[in-house]
């Protein structure tokens, strides 16, 4: 801005000097617009020394002296207060300066440079810091280089009309020189010529500047055209407004005019009053005054009720007015964005034209590419002796799709000349092909190592087994942080917790690595010692393979983790703890089993121990199952998606629930392991109630409404018993069953979050069972989150309903819930207050993060097994481990996501690797085979040496009855004969066992063995029940078979309903007794200490309730003797499983020897030492 005050004033000044023709005029101006101060030149020239002084006097700089660029523009600033010429500065001050330059530039070099430095010292204290500044002005200032002269003429405008500034400038100082012979003296060219230089070359500036504003006026001008035209329509749009505006308040202001007007007539009328106020006569003066009075305050009321509306006229208007100003902020605001945002938009959009540009090049390089390759007509399958692993991983993505090996090579073949084509050379045979799913299980087992690897918390072990064609196959699986990867399914000698371990051991060695199988120790045990949790069903099985595990934690923890020794004993426990979690979806499965279990109680209690249902009409034995399941899956037989195909009618029942508008709601079995029965039960109830099954079954031809099934359909909802059980499994299912399943698949919910819901579930339950008419009336709500799905089937449950129907499932619900509730109280006991898991620390936590909430996963594996056997019955384990492992990993993701040379090196090192793994796999099997041919061997040997046993007792029996009775009875004359031969009790009871055991030794199966139990729940058996069962021996040894019906007594009638009722709470009793029971005993059993002491022991009667207590004393271990002699079949499973078995003696009346495995009983708390 200086400059063009500076440049404007020497115009002014030129024009003037033009104008008279004396140039000199425009010298002196110049002299007096320098200024003639003779202050200090600068702090940097008087850090050197240099001074106006020194500059006069003919003397040199010292040589040490550093000439910076603060000097230079210091220097430039005094030449122009002093207006001291330039050639001057070349003539003196550069010697004086420079004293070891060997060339002097030209005046006109010096002024460039120079005036660069001084420009440049200008921009920086405008623009830049200080510290920038003060280091431009500390460098040591560049010599310039030679440069020409100059011309002294500079070009003519060729229109002296539109010339530049600059151009006249030239002009004036052209005719200056032109006229210098007769205006200027010499003395005067001298003492000013350095100010024409001056002039001459700011003039040259100007006019690049002006050149340079010229091109950014342009630029502006089309900008400013574009905001006008913007600015144009924003103002068309304010007019409207501001229009809208003015009529508004014009209307306003002619409103208040109108109350003004008003008003000066009231203030009128008010005058005129008080001049008539002031002429009454004095007569009537206070009614009159009063009168006025009146009028006067009506008046008043009208004026302050009108100036209250001009005041809030005025406030409208000036809201008016606010808003106006803001909606002119914002048409500005918006106007100002909309500016900025096309902006934007315009560089976006040079952006993505750049980017199309770009894709658009290789689009067209990949085009050519691709012509390249279309061109060859046939695709290359097999090179280096090998198939390519494409075509490889082509095969093993149609093997796990259920490809058959024989049509592999033709289906590839027939898409590539069908769909692109093309031909292809050699393809693998169907051999081939089955070999491949050997490469598949290893390629698997890499991805599922890859996973266990690169997960950060601990990883959970998923197993369970199961017997296929009577083989029993195991199956693992790992969760990680990525999820759940299969890592083994092998087939088994047997299942049990050893061979279990021995199989994740082998699992996590053919992890390691795709192409060596025989991996190193180290390796292994630190991948499975990642394994941290297990999700199982808590089988037999199960339960002691996790005490395995952490056996085996507990031996290998020291070998692989550094510092062993110097962990704290909670530290070490806590890293060789195993988190044993139970599947919550086989919670669910049990209470299936506990309700089917309660229910055929229930019927026995409401029947009276008779026939309900189909069995009232038909030859029908349902043995032990609840006739309310089986109602529900005979209805699923006729009119389920899986129907018989024999007797079922689906089409028929589809038929018309189309033609009605509803659905078939039957679930499958096939496919659908848990709820279903609950799900079920709801369904039928829906159809059975509107009807449906009725009508179907009515429209049948007569010899399908004749079969067998149909009729038991018919039977089974007669009766208001099932239909009541029905509706119980149905409300059920709504409430309970179904919110626990849909808790368990919320992926949000974890497995240690699951505490709360489970506890809710037992106190709920415990509440119900007592009192359902909750669940009755459709008020009950297990979980917020998860409330009663209100459809058809729920609403069809509470409709109207009979009143014995009613009854029965009130009862059956409170049945079912006792029975429900002692499931969930053992199988949950670690989830509810007092167990491990109820409200888990941060640790634990931690630990679980990779843990699911069932174990869903495993049965996912074995469907497809049971898939896989059914369409292939010859596959191998080794074939089907890679088929379904395939799937499981989802292998091909992981090879699709690798580069392409990885890949190559992948699936090379399976096809290498694929020899060891078809040889383990046949030393396995040839290993199992001859376990079994031993293991059949050596039941050949027991089964000898059983029957020679059973001749030595039957020979010692023989002997011991003689010597005691004296005979062998035959008959039941001889059993009474030897009742009358003996009067004491213990003499007739010592005759009755020695007839019995012998009577045991020589049975081949004909007579029932309850027969020769001498013990009932732990209680000896009285004399009287020991005749009976004698004489019942006899019977059953002389026919040969079972004793008739009609040997039954039938002369007990219906009980009463008070005996119901007392049945139903007996019933509840026994089924909470189970809790009382299943209560497990901290302490460790004494083990061999018992033996010597005494005891007291809590027993189950067989017809009671309650737990009776009998006091004895343990004498010994058991004896081979004692087992043959006294072991009961009820307790033979506990001898294979290893159980020590104690002899114990009771006191009197009892004086018989029992044998009982009292760890087990211990365990139970049904056992404490006196």
Known sequence: MALAGLLSKIKRRAATAEKKGNLMLLCEEMTDISGNKQDIIGPYCNEQGITPQWLQEDCAVADDVNISNGIIAELCQYRRRHSIGWQTVTDKWWSKLFPRANIIPLTCTVLSNWGTVDRRKQLLIRDSSVEEKGKFLREKYTLPTSKPKPADDAPPAEDPAEASDDNYDDTIIDDGYASSNSCVSPYMFRRHGD????????????????????????????????????????????????????????????????????????????????????????????????????????????????????????????ELRRARRNRTEQVRYNVIKRIETEEKLENENMSLKQ???????????????????????????????????????????????????????????????????LDCGKLPKPTCIRYMAFEQALLSKHVAKEAINNSDNPVTLLTDGTSKKHVPYVTMLASTDTGIFGIGLNEVETENAEILLQETISAMEQLISVDNIHAEEEKVNQMLLKIKNTMTDRCVVNKKFVKLLEQWREKTLPKVTKDWDKLSDDVKENMQTVNDLYCGKHVVL?????????????????????????????????????????????????????????????VEFNDFLDDIGDRNRLTAYRGNRFNVPFVNGAAVYYHHHHGHIRTVHESLPSNKQKNQLMRSV?????????????????????????????????????????????????DSVRTWMTDPHDLLDDSAILFEDFAPKKNDIHT?????????????????????????????????????????????????????????????????????????????????????????????NKTSSYLNACDPKMRDELVKKAVKGRKNVVKLYQDKRKEIKQNRLKAKEQRMKDKEAKELSLVSQTITSTEVVLKTCGFICKNIEDVDQLMQNYGDEMAKREALLSQIKYYKCVNRGIVKGSLFFVTSGGKPISTSQLVRNLKEILNQLKVGQNVDDSSVNEGESLLSISTKEKSR??????????????????????????????????????????????????????????????????????????????????????????????????????????
């Open 195 to 318: 100010t024409i230089a001056i002039l001459h070359e700011l003039l040259e500036q100007e006019k690049q500047d002006n050149a340079h504003l010229h091109q950014q006026l342009e630029e502006s001008e089309e900008k400013r055209s574009a905001a006008e035209n913007r600015a144009t329509e924003a103002a068309n749009a304010r007019d409207a407004r501001e229009a809208d505006l003015k009529r508004t308040t014009k209307e306003h202001k002619k409103e208040c005019s109108r109350y003004e007007r008003q008003l000066a007539k009231a203030a009128e009328l008010s005058v005129e009053m008080n001049l008539q106020i002031s002429s009454l006569q004095k007569t009537n003066v206070v009614r009159r005054l009063a009168t006025r009075d009146a009028q006067l305050k009506k008046e008043e009321e009208k004026v302050s009720k009108l100036e209250k509306e001009v005041e809030t006229l005025h406030n409208v208007v000036k």
């Open 355 to 421: 980017k199309l540009k770009e894709l658009e090049k290789d689009n067209d390089s990949l085009r050519s590419q691709l012509d390249e390759i279309m061109g060859d007509k046939e695709i290359s399958t097999f090179e280096d002796g090998a198939y390519t692993s494409d075509i490889r991983v082509v095969c093993y993505e149609l093997i796990s799709r259920g490809v058959g090996s024989n049509n592999v090579s033709d289906i590839i073949r027939l898409v590539l000349q069908r769909v692109a084509g």
């Open 590 to 650: 049990n209470l299936q089993d506990y309700a089917g279990a309660a229910l055929y109680d229930w019927e026995m209690v409401e029947s009276s121990g008779g026939k309900i249902g189909r069995e009232k009409h038909l030859l029908w034995n349902r043995k032990s199952e609840a006739a309310t399941i089986l109602g529900i899956r005979t209805v699923c037989e006729a009119f389920g998606p899986d129907a018989s195909e024999q007797a079922g009618c689906p």
């Open 714 to 762: 018919q039977y089974d909802l007669e009766d208001k018993i099932i239909v009541g059980g029905i509706r119980a499994m149905g409300i059920i299912n709504s409430h309970i069953t179904l919110p626990l399943m849909s808790m368990l698949d919320d992926h949000e919910i974890s497995v240690m979050d699951t505490d709360k819901y489970y506890t809710r579930l037992h």
């Open 796 to 888: 069809a449950l509470y409709a109207d309903v009979d009143e014995e129907v009613q009854f029965n499932t009130e009862q059956a619900i409170s049945i079912i819930l006792h029975n429900m509730y002692v499931c969930i109280t053992r199988q949950l006991e670690d989830h509810l207050p007092g167990g491990k898991y109820h409200k888990p620390e941060g640790n634990l936590v931690r630990e679980t993060q990779t843990c699911p909430k069932d174990n869903v996963a495993s049965e996912r594996v074995f469907a497809g097994l049971d898939y896989l056997k059914r369409k292939s019955p010859n596959i191998s384990a080794l074939a089907m481990q890679g088929i379904l492992l395939w799937s499981t």
């Open 1065 to 1170: 709470v007996e019933l509840k009793e026994k089924l909470l007794a189970k809790l009382n029971r299943g209560v497990k005993r901290k302490c460790p059993f004494p083990a061999d200490d018992v033996v010597g002491k005494r005891i007291k022991h809590f027993c189950l009667p067989p017809n009671g309730s309650n737990l009776v207590t009998y006091h004895g004393k343990v004498l010994r271990k058991s004896t081979a003797n004692d087992i043959s002699e006294l072991m009961e079949d009820e307790y033979k499973s506990f001898l294979e499983k290893d159980y020590q078995f104690y002899t114990v003696i009771y006191d009197p009346p009892y004086d018989q020897l029992f044998i009982f495995p009292l760890k087990k009983e211990w365990d139970d708390n049904l056992l404490s030492i006196v």
